[in-house]
């Protein structure tokens, strides 16, 4: 694995394959069973990087010969049966037919999709496919990546067991676009073996970091686990609750808009809606843009067909990225995956489309995008609108939508039992009414400044508190009372417990290795963007002590190009960054931006030698909704690049 670039990779990049027309193949042996009245071939090349020949005790040779082809049915449990089998020819070309169409996005037990198994030696390489028709299908290093994305990261919080199987459209494209992020990525990154010793674990590794790198890669993760678990809930044999429900919606929106932070879909908005979803409720476009307009200002109101040619045209842009391969694939935009993540093999709209309850906000954020990239800015007209459509009592009064209380280290709070109070509360009113003032008051009366007691301030649509010095004791169990004062005199009140567990902060490594957290010493790596691991979000909450029912650990980074000369040290704006945005329960990343010194020194007008690259690591004890129960602190690590293989930065 090191020091080798991928040379499959930069294949992809140029274009160059050999031919997948009908790829020749030894003898074919399908096996029996499956009971469909037509059938499909899947048919392609197997093509390797020449540094993994080794591992197939064969010459280097990027055609893989004689090779073993199993090609397997996986079913939502997790179990699989062996479907068809071949050997590649001297091409490495292989070609099965007979085989059962897959299926996928229906709930069943007995949905599936293949996954094309090829092994030579101790080499083992994969790719998922999901043919409803005849298809080529190349097994490559990228599409094994893609197939430990679907077979070994996604999941779903409810179900340890079950994994439905999605709409085979993103089994699917979750492949094509891992390839087209992988010849993208072809030389920033450092492809994993293919075989040899800990060849399992290094792919699954990479695979992790594929789905936290900001690509297609990791939108495809996301949209083939909301699609499993919105399949998941929806399934009656799995008794799933309305919080379940709630909470899966209101991740939905979240991932969708990066983790603003102002949601754009309240808590109290997602449990009616978790609620309906259960109930197998739907509403029309033409019902939802209507409830929009009737609550809206005249100005932002918006006519139903611009509303469906607006969601029309995103949908054809998913559907045609979807459809097409590595090679003519695009990037999705940061609006799409709105629809993307809940679309569920929907391909055409009209005003007589009907919707399920956790499609309703998605589909109108994209009925709302105008080109502008505006679909996530918070609509403070949402619970009116959702009041509307459900005919809601609750969401059409003044009501308290959401309440996250929380602490972070430091600010203040430094003593060994303290953490930082944090506070988002949003509050909806009707028109003419307003919000005088929020409070929030503890059943510790020695914390929150010493007084058990503190006043929100308003930014935006939240009422907040971060004010440095008001502290909280940690592990211990309080409940908070949340008081708004309107301003007709009524006062609305919500109630949460809290016990403020120690969330303690992540290591980190990278390639392997402790990552440096001296600025004057950082890791000398040979690729710009290396892949960092961070510690098992399972195995770090159960760290936690007396972490909430329903809880996770996830992490979030911020990547930056620092000068070390400069005191204090901070990052350098005119040089490429990522800011805190999605939250990760995977086990690695890969950085979304290059580690580049050199064009950051011109940038900049710094010296190239003292440009290194930081990265700070925030761990996050979460509930099941992704809102924020305790945060770390910071754990900042540093490296340089190695450009000329001397071993040193630069």
Request: aromatic share 6%; proline share 5%; hydrophobic share 40%.
């Amino acid at each position: 694995m090191n020091n080798q670039i991928s040379s499959i990779l930069v294949l992809l990049m140029a274009g160059i394959f050999l031919s997948a027309c009908g790829g020749g193949g030894g003898s074919t042996t399908p096996v029996s069973g499956g009971g469909s009245t037509t059938s499909v071939s899947l048919s392609g090349d197997v093509s390797m990087d020449a540094a993994d020949m080794v591992y197939a005790t064969s010459v280097q040779d990027t055609a893989l010969a004689n090779a073993n082809v199993n090609i397997y049915k996986i079913f939502p449990d997790g179990s699989e049966t062996l479907a068809a089998s071949t050997t590649t020819d001297a091409n490495g070309g292989y070609a099965v037919s007979g085989l059962d169409p897959a299926s996928g996005g229906t709930g069943s037990a007995q949905d599936f999709y293949y996954e094309v198994r090829v092994t030579r030696g101790s080499l083992d390489i994969r790719a998922p496919a999901a043919p409803e028709a005849d298809e080529v299908v190349d097994v490559t290093p990228a599409t094994h990546i893609a197939a430990r994305i679907v077979s070994d990261v996604a999941e779903i919080p409810n179900s340890s067991t079950t994994m439905p199987t999605p709409d085979p459209e993103l089994i699917e494209g979750i492949r094509e676009l891992a390839v087209k992020d992988a010849g993208n990525l072809a030389n920033a990154i450092d492809m994993p073996p293919m075989g040899g010793n800990g060849a399992a674990s290094d792919s699954i590794a990479m695979a992790n970091g594929m789905a936290a790198a900001g690509g297609n890669a990791e939108k495809m993760y996301k949209a083939v686990q909301f699609a499993s678990e919105a399949e998941w809930i929806q399934d009656t044999a799995n008794s799933a609750t309305t919080n379940e429900a709630s909470a899966y919606i209101q991740r939905v929106i979240r991932e969708a808009c990066n983790q603003p932070a102002d949601n754009p879909l309240s808590g109290k908005v997602a449990d009616i809606l978790g609620n309906l979803m259960l109930n197998g409720d739907t509403f029309s476009v033409r019902d939802l843009i209507s409830a929009y307009n009737n609550s809206a200002p005249t100005n932002n109101q918006i006519s139903e067909s611009d509303a469906i040619s607006r969601i029309q045209g995103m949908l054809t842009a998913i559907e045609t990225n979807l459809s097409a391969d590595a090679g003519s694939a695009t990037d999705f935009s940061e609006t799409e995956q709105i629809l993307l993540y809940v679309k569920r093999g929907m391909e055409t709209v009209t005003a007589d489309t009907l919707l399920s309850p956790d499609q309703a906000a998605p589909f109108l954020m994209a009925a709302l995008e105008d080109g502008s990239g505006k679909a996530c800015d918070a609509p403070v007209v949402l619970a009116d609108v959702f009041g509307n459509l459900t005919n809601n009592s609750i969401l059409k009064s003044a009501h308290i939508g959401d309440v996250e209380i929380y602490h972070d280290m430091g600010f203040g709070c430094t003593a060994t039992n303290e953490g930082h109070f944090r506070a988002n509360v949003e509050v909806y009113t009707p028109a003419g009414v307003s919000v005088s003032g929020v409070t929030v008051a503890s059943t510790d009366s020695s914390a929150l400044g010493g007084d058990g007691s503190e006043n929100l301030t308003q930014q935006g649509n939240l009422w907040v508190s971060q004010t440095n010095g008001v502290c909280v004791t940690l592990d211990t169990s309080v409940t908070y009372t949340v008081s708004a004062t309107l301003s007709d005199s009524s006062v609305l009140q919500a109630t949460v417990t809290r016990n403020h567990p120690m969330v303690p902060e992540a290591t980190a490594m990278v390639n392997g290795v402790a990552a440096s957290n001296n600025v004057s010493a950082p890791d000398v790596v040979a690729e710009r963007r290396p892949l960092y691991t961070w510690d098992n979000p399972e195995a770090m909450l159960g760290k936690i002590t007396n972490a909430p029912a329903g809880s996770a650990v996830k992490y979030q980074y911020e990547f930056s190009h620092i000068d070390v000369t400069d005191s204090p040290v901070a990052p350098l704006p005119q040089c490429g960054s990522v800011l805190y945005g999605p939250m990760y329960a995977v086990d690695n990343f890969l950085p979304t931006v290059d580690c580049d010194p050199a064009a950051c020194a011109a940038a900049a007008g710094r010296n190239q030698a003292d440009i290194s690259c930081r990265i700070n690591i925030q761990t996050y004890l979460v509930d099941d909704a992704d809102k924020i129960l305790g945060q770390a602190a910071g754990n900042f690590t540093f490296f340089c690049v190695d450009t000329d293989g001397d071993g040193n930065c630069g």
